[in-house]
Nanobody
Framework: QVKLVESGGDSVQAGGSLRLSCVAF????????MGWFRQAPGKERETVAV???????NYAVSVKGRFTISRDNAKNTLYLQMNSLKPEDTAMYYC???????????????????WGQGTQVTVSS
């Protein structure tokens, strides 16, 4: 009933762009903060972007200026536009929702109440 499905991951050259999408099924996530986190082998999990229910955003320093998070509440869809991709961006990317319904969260304070299956992004040199 509560399901997040990511898509859009691919293998790209450094400097390229990708747009990830996450569709939420069976639930209205508009009241919640949503975000994207990534996980790569040997690295700590990193929340890269957060968007609150009012549309305000917050980004990890590692992606600031390159990634843009957005949401379309009517479609219950979350997006992550990734530009100027670097090899270090290679990871499995997950969309997530913080179900605590807190007004404002950042990449440092967001908690992953639920998340999807992930979509792989691979950036080659």
């Amino acid at each position: 009933q509560v399901k997040l499905v990511e898509s859009g991951g691919d293998s790209v050259q450094a400097g390229g762009s990708l747009r990830l999408s996450c569709v939420a099924f069976g639930y209205d996530y508009s009241p919640y903060c949503m975000g994207w986190f990534r996980q790569a082998p040997g690295k700590e999990r990193e929340t890269v972007a957060v968007i609150n229910s009012d549309g305000s955003t917050n980004y990890a320093v590692s992606v600031k200026g390159r990634f843009t998070i957005s949401r379309d509440n009517a479609k219950n869809t979350l997006y992550l536009q990734m530009n100027s991709l670097k090899p270090e961006d290679t990871a499995m990317y997950y969309c997530a929702a913080d179900l605590r319904e807190i007004a404002y969260l950042t990449v440092a304070t967001m908690e992953y109440g639920t998340w999807g299956q992930g979509t792989q992004v691979t950036v080659s040199s």
